[in-house]
């Protein structure tokens, strides 16, 4: 009951009025979300944290900053709630220029990796909800192999991080900590090599991830 407490009391919320903003415009208005990341931190990814899950134990030196956008959007006929991205400027000269200088507009430096979350669904959602969404998008963020399937690191002695898919263990990995959510979806099926009790408490994985849909396309 303690740390489900302390959770409510600290987890960062997005600003009020941003769903408002997007309708002025026809695109979704995006903006940092102001500590939402060392709060990841603090909760997921620093032993001894609030609900500690030593799976992002490879995060703890990672350049991951978090965005708030405004509204989900639809792709596939289904609801993106979140989105893991490595980030990558595809194009140069001025292109490049101006997308770096928003990356530094928003956050003095330009990223590794980024995670957006629809503010929309986050404002409304339950603690369990909005966990499982977060932790769902931080095992996108993963440490990558060397050639002996060993986990890889930098000359400096880093984790060597990437953007991957979900194999069963990550799966699992969500299902064991917030149960099975929706009983019509794929979650539900893979839950039933998984008959635990969840961690924290059942959560509603209601939306699709724009990282898994980029990845399936």
Not at 61 to 79: P, V, Y
Request: hydrophobic fraction near 40%.
């Amino acid at each position: 009951m303690g740390r489900q407490a302390d959770m409510k009391r600290l987890r960062p919320m997005p600003p009020a009025g941003l769903g408002d903003l997007s309708g002025e415009d026809p695109h979704t208005t995006i903006v940092p979300a102001q500590g939402l990341g060392p709060w990841v931190q603090d909760t997921f990814i620093r032993e001894g944290g609030t609900l500690f899950n030593p799976d992002h134990q490879h995060l703890a030196t990672a350049d991951l900053e978090f965005l708030w956008a405004a509204s989900a959007f639809a792709k596939q006929g289904r609801t993106v709630l979140g989105q893991a991205e490595e980030v990558m400027f595809r194009a140069g000269g001025w292109q490049k220029e101006r997308q770096e200088q928003q990356m530094l507009q928003w956050f003095g430096h330009i990223p590794k990796f980024l995670i957006t979350l629809a503010a929309d669904y986050c404002a409304q959602a339950s603690d369990a909800d909005f966990c499982a969404l977060v932790e769902h998008e931080l095992y996108h963020v993963g440490q990558k192999r060397d050639d002996f399937g060993a986990p890889a690191f930098t000359r400096d002695g880093l984790p060597k991080l990437g953007i991957r898919g979900h194999d069963v263990e990550e799966f699992l990995g969500v299902v064991k900590r917030y149960g099975v959510g929706d009983t019509g979806g794929a979650i539900a099926q893979l839950a039933g090599l998984a008959r635990g009790t969840p961690e924290v408490s059942r959560a509603s994985i209601a939306g699709a991830c724009g990282t898994c849909l980029l990845r399936a396309a």
